[in-house]
């Protein structure tokens, strides 16, 4: 363990950073580059406090870097500090606020590429981000390492760690659970390396604890190299758990949840292969229950011909039709990529989208968490990177929703009169109308679908509204010939073609 007489020291700076991106002064944009170096904020969480307070590192450069803690208020002043007494390259990847207050956070020591690290290392911070306890855990001998993971605080003021734990087995390195309970100052309660009946290739993307009973939730393990959901009692006995595939051909690569629709039922965001498209990714959204019951889902967010992907802290749920959602998108891997956040209600509907393609954000960006805001709006970090200087910092955006540019899908009442065709106009460079006066909408499982020359899908959404007109924003698409179907149900009820110019 670490001698506490070196912990007292740290850097604190104090700023106030306001950057106004529109009238309403309740929406900034804090630039990070202040921080000088290397700098990648890796988790967050909203405190008791509405402020929202941020993990990370920074240093001289992406090999020799500290532990980093922000806080930020809802009005963007913000304070940080930087503990570079407590050991170099040690990684923070996760944090909760304690019942007292005070912030429980999780680093690992020395990481490699794939987050592999030699120790774990538990912090307990003030509600001025001082240190008020700090444990070190090596690994055991039969360990080859570990890889930071996630917390959960339980209702009874106890904090369950889980990551996975790497070992040599006769077919290679594989990874299985580990799982901690600690009390409120990092002191371990109970320790369980599984090396039973639970999953061979573990990950953790989320802890969450089950609303009816003891036990807890774990998003992201894998099942058969898949991403799962595996459920766990309260002294870390497997219980149960199944593949996050809701269709033939169709699973999630990624899961992430903060979200239960009842004591027994999730609504999970993540990144999930798409139709027939297995060198490309989507974000897609289900419900999801615990006996491996899928009620719903949908693929929520996509583009033509590009790869969309989304971190392990992707959603910001709000209320009932505000969900935030954080990703990135690029056409080629290793290329450029840009950051994007979009606005999702319950029903899996995208309400909008703001992409981050400008050269400000770097040639490389990406989301790497958006966190709930108690006034309505989110906080997302939007990571840049430059290809030329491998230089990589952050800026921290507060959004609401009306700052989102709306995805217009809308039917109206037109005079039967004025329908003359299937779609008009045709050729279009913007909206596209389509004549739904046979088609009785009263029912909500009527969708359309818009498919490019290569039969990819490039539009896929619930119709909302009475009327028999429908308006479509096809502004987005490339130039060229697409068709398109209104499916109700299983049925296929107008198929027809276009010309976007």
Not at 315 to 325: E, L, P, R, S, W
Not at 342 to 356: I, V
């Amino acid at each position: 363990r670490y001698n506490m007489k070196h912990m007292k020291r740290y850097c604190l700076t104090l700023l106030v950073a306001i950057v106004t991106l529109a009238t309403n002064a309740q929406q900034w944009e804090i630039d990070c580059s202040d921080i000088d170096g290397y700098l990648n904020w890796k988790a967050g969480i909203i405190n008791e406090n509405g402020e929202a307070v941020i993990i990370g590192e920074c240093g001289p450069d992406a090999n020799h870097y500290f532990p980093i803690v922000m806080r930020v208020t809802e009005d963007g002043e913000y304070d940080y500090r930087i503990f570079d007494t407590i050991g170099s390259n040690v990684r923070l990847t996760h944090v909760v606020q304690q019942e007292n207050g005070n912030y429980f956070a999780t680093a690992v020591v020395q990481p490699d590429d794939l987050g592999v690290g030699e120790n774990v290392v538990f912090l307990v911070l003030d509600s001025e981000l001082n240190i008020v306890s700090m444990k070190s855990y090596e690994q055991p001998e039969m360990v080859l390492g570990l890889r930071g993971g996630r917390l959960m605080l339980d209702d009874d003021g106890t904090v369950v760690f889980s990551c996975a734990y790497w070992y040599q087995s006769t077919y290679g390195q594989r990874t299985r659970p580990c799982f901690y309970r600690f009390d409120m100052n990092a002191d371990t309660l109970s320790c369980s390396y599984v090396t039973g009946t639970s999953p061979d290739g573990y990950d953790c993307y989320q802890l969450l604890q089950k609303p009816d009973d003891d036990g807890f939730v774990v998003l992201g393990a894998r099942l058969n190299n898949k991403c799962s959901l595996l459920i766990y009692d309260y002294d870390f006995n497997y219980v149960d758990g199944f593949i996050l595939s809701p269709a033939f051909r169709q699973s999630f690569e990624l899961a992430y949840s903060d979200h239960w629709i009842s004591d027994n039922k999730l609504l999970i965001m993540g990144q999930m292969w798409p139709y027939e498209e297995y060198s490309k990714w989507n974000i897609g959204m289900a419900e999801v229950g615990l006996d491996g019951t899928f009620h719903r889902w949908d693929r929520v967010y996509h583009k033509q011909d590009t790869a969309i992907q989304s971190s392990p802290h992707c959603m910001a749920y709000v209320n009932d039709t505000t969900i935030y959602g954080g990703s990135w998108f690029y056409k080629v891997l290793g290329g450029e990529s840009h950051a994007s956040v979009c606005l999702y209600d319950t029903d899996m509907e995208l309400l909008g989208r703001k992409e981050f393609i400008e050269p400000e954000y770097g040639d490389k960006s990406d989301c790497s968490f958006v966190l709930p805001m108690m006034d309505g709006s989110c906080l997302a970090d939007i990571s840049t990177y430059y290809l030329n200087s491998g230089y990589k910092n952050s800026k921290l955006i507060k959004m609401r929703r009306e700052d989102f540019n709306p995805i217009p899908c809308s039917v109206s009442e037109v005079p039967i009169e004025q329908l003359r065709a299937t779609a008009f106009p045709n050729p279009t460079s913007g909206r596209l109308n389509i004549d739904l006066s046979e088609i009785p909408l009263d029912e909500n499982d009527v969708r359309i679908r818009i498919f490019n020359s290569n039969g990819l899908i490039c539009l896929d959404k619930i119709i909302n509204g009475m009327g028999n007109l429908l308006t479509v924003d096809v502004s987005s698409l490339p130039d060229g010939a697409y068709s398109f179907q209104i499916v109700k149900g299983n049925k296929n009820i107008i198929s027809d073609k276009f010309i976007k110019e």
